[in-house]
């Protein structure tokens, strides 16, 4: 997949373009993405995703900006993932919102030419979120393509929206919002220097800064995949303050199983699984090595279910 960070003149054959911020590419997102792939196989064209770097509510309104719900990395893999052959990820700036809709369409066309457009229901666009769906039906034929509006995704009779995975996550419903991702909620972060205390204690922890712009789950203790160097390992996460030690700032500490090795400063990806206890105050250090004990047996275990 080719990554454009800028909107210039691209030419490639029948670009069938999918419009979206498309954050956290829950399954509605997906839904939208694969239909633009769909078009694109069937006229032997391009499939692309026009989409900003940074959500526009962080220019116009900051107070106002959602949390993430993933990385731009995390982002990219999955549109790669479902068939993408470019992205252009461009930065939403006090320029660009001042755009009418007119002049969106009118760059798109200069700076794109597609044949097709493929959004979601609630997708808008220029000064102040002017232009809708109706809009790019009706004046499509004027700009040569034509736009598909593809339906909301419901699960449960409740439309999937970022706004709910928000929550979700927030509140710790995890196997709710997974379902509503359609993938396990990733976290992904470089891993820093810790206190070392995990390693004293028989169990070495990657420890991860807790991003105040992105989702979170409640403390607690997780299991999770944990991506390092394009490998897969099983693993145990800790969210919290760590009461027993009394540590000030929160922050996410992972267990790597079958892992040793110096990766601090690498990138690693946290996918969580579920969740195995909250987090506790121990009395003493034989009792919180015996309830690690206990929660690296609670992953074997769940291992073995999966054999």
């Not at 498309?22 to 064209?45: P, T």
């Not at 706004?163 to 509503?180: H, P, V, W």
């Not at 909620?185 to 220097?193: E, L």
């Not at 400063?265 to 699984?273: A, D, M, R």
């Amino acid at each position: 997949m080719e990554i454009l960070k800028k909107f210039i003149r691209v030419e490639y054959p029948c670009p069938v373009v999918a419009l979206g911020m498309f954050d956290g590419v829950h399954i509605g997102h997906a839904s939208i993405i694969r239909r633009a792939v769909e078009i694109a196989k069937k006229i032997n064209g391009t499939a692309m995703v026009l989409t900003f770097s940074n959500h526009p509510l962080s220019v116009i309104a900051p107070e106002s900006a959602p949390l993430s719900v993933g990385s731009k990395n995390l982002r990219r893999e999955i549109f790669e993932s479902l068939g993408v052959q470019l992205l252009i990820e461009i930065p939403f700036t006090k320029e660009f919102s001042k755009k009418s809709p007119e002049e969106f369409l009118e760059m798109l066309h200069e700076k794109i030419s597609p044949k097709y457009v493929v959004t979601g229901p609630n997708y808008t666009f220029g000064r102040l979120g002017r232009g809708n769906g109706r809009m790019l039906i009706r004046e499509g034929e004027n700009y040569g393509f034509k736009a598909e509006i593809c339906p909301a995704v419901t699960v449960g009779k409740k439309t999937v929206s970022s706004t709910k995975i928000r929550a979700l996550i927030a509140a710790g419903d995890l196997s709710a919002a997974n379902e509503l991702l359609g993938r396990e909620f990733t976290y992904t972060s470089q891993v820093v220097n810790g206190d070392k205390r995990g390693r004293k204690l028989g169990f070495p922890t990657a420890n991860l800064e807790i991003d105040d712009a992105h989702s979170m789950l409640p403390n607690g203790v997780y299991i999770v995949r944990v991506k390092l160097h394009e490998k897969i390992f099983d693993g145990i996460a800790n969210i919290g303050d760590n009461p027993t030690f009394k540590v000030a700032k929160r922050r996410l500490e992972v267990f790597i199983d079958n892992f040793s090795g110096d990766i601090y400063g690498e990138n690693i990806s946290v996918s969580f699984v579920e969740k195995i206890r909250d987090e506790k105050i121990f009395s003493s250090i034989d009792e919180l090595k015996a309830q690690l004990r206990a929660d690296l047996e609670y992953l074997h275990a769940s291992q073995r279910k999966e054999l």
